[in-house]
Nanobody, 116 residues
Framework: QVQLVESGGGLVQPGGSLRLSCAASKSISSFTILGWYRQAPGKQRDLVAVITHTGSTTYADSVKGRFTISRDSDKNTLYLQMNNLKPEDTAVYYC??????????WGPGTQVTVSS
């Protein structure tokens, strides 16, 4: 069983920055895809950014140029650096991972609130 646990959420003013972390209980090198999704109240869960095992990245249009996904294999941790945050970025952010021939894994989520 693999566990993903997010941290780093909180309250930040518009224009501010946060860095989310996702600690994995297994080597992140064993994941074919790792990523971040978010869900705002009353809305569906949407993709924010993903990174493949080859290092290829994909971002939602709404966060391009502001958010950066990265990973540290030595620490088995996935990151999401979020800059120039906007009120519409307010959501619960979820870490996501896929491994070959296994179900997808989700973390419990971390709240990000952007407000003055």
């Amino acid at each position: 069983q693999v566990q993903l646990v997010e941290s780093g959420g909180g309250l930040v003013q518009p224009g501010g920055s946060l860095r989310l972390s996702c600690a994995a209980s297994k080597s992140i090198s064993s994941f074919t895809i790792l990523g971040w999704y978010r869900q705002a109240p009353g809305k569906q869960r949407d993709l924010v950014a993903v990174i493949t095992h080859t290092g290829s990245t994909t971002y939602a249009d709404s966060v391009k140029g502001r958010f950066t996904i990265s990973r540290d294999s030595d620490k088995n941790t996935l990151y999401l650096q979020m800059n120039n945050l906007k009120p519409e970025d307010t959501a619960v952010y979820y870490c996501y991972g896929e491994r070959v021939r296994e179900v997808a894994y989700w973390g419990p989520g971390t709240q990000v609130t952007v407000s003055s």
